[in-house]
């Protein structure tokens, strides 16, 4: 299977319009009790539609993590509603959000993860083994530009390449989530706008819906929504009509 490389970016147009894969409503999340309670979430609402590109933008301690981890399945709200399309997430059972994380989430964090006794092939391919389609390890690397770098270990890679190759993990079981925590949180400006670049090639292709957490106000512009939060809340959302693409990108 041949992956064809994007050389631009969806349109509102070129989306799947009006298929809703997330709704949120009145979504809280409390840590500890009594004098020592923390409200990391407090009544959030919003709607994500499929193929939709979401920033999360704001300070550490906001909530963005909270709901992120949520959403992906790898935590559970105190009290509200969460759907990802037709089935609420707030209900599941354990073995059942394993199975959702397994079957339609990818996720990518700040740090890379990666095995260091594997090669980059190699780890991209323990997530192949979990998925019922998934893009054959060379595919999703050349996806993220690392198609020269398939048989090298973590530690010959730069960190930006090390971050593609956690970018190609998550994208080889073809998502239909990609939750992004920080991912050029550790990076310097050039190397982070080309792992910006790979997510925005990642999500094209395989048109995911992906959601990215930043504190980085630059990167705002690559999205389709921003969800402004404080303070466990979102303070507003704002709608790009024209999304930058990561050339574009300064910081």
């Known amino acids: 299977m041949v992956i064809r490389l994007a050389r631009g970016y969806r349109t509102q147009a070129e989306r799947t319009v009006g298929s809703r894969v997330f709704t949120a409503q009145g979504l809280t999340k409390v840590y500890g009790s009594g004098d020592v309670e923390v409200r990391a979430l407090n009544d959030v ?44 997430l707030t209900t599941l059972s354990d073995r059942a959000l394993t ?19 594997l090669t980059a092939y190699e780890n991209v391919a323990l997530v192949t083994h979990l998925s019922k389609r998934p893009l054959a390890p060379a595919d999703a690397l050349a996806l993220v530009g690392l198609e020269g770098r398939l048989d090298h270990f973590p530690a010959q890679l730069s960190g930006g390449e090390q971050q593609r190759v956690a970018i190609a993990r998550a994208i080889a079981k073809r998502p239909e989530v990609l939750l992004c925590d920080e991912p050029t949180g550790a990076l310097d400006s050039k190397t982070g706008i080309r792992v910006i670049e790979a997510l925005l090639t990642a999500s094209a292709e395989l048109r995911t819906t992906t959601l990215l957490i930043t504190h980085n106000a630059a990167i705002q512009s690559v999205a389709d929504r921003v969800f402004f939060f404080a303070d466990g809340r979102i303070s507003r959302i704002a709608a790009n009509d024209t999304r930058t693409s990561a050339a574009e990108l300064t910081w």
């Open 45 to 88: 609402n919003f709607e994500i539609d499929a193929g939709e590109i979401v920033v999360l933008l704001g300070p550490s301690g906001s909530g963005k993590s909270t709901l992120l981890n949520i959403m992906g399945g790898l935590d559970q709200a105190t009290s509200g509603h969460l759907f990802y399309r037709d089935t609420e």
């Open 99 to 117: 199975f959702y994380r397994r079957e339609r989430v990818g996720f990518v964090f700040q740090f890379y993860n990666l095995v260091p006794s």
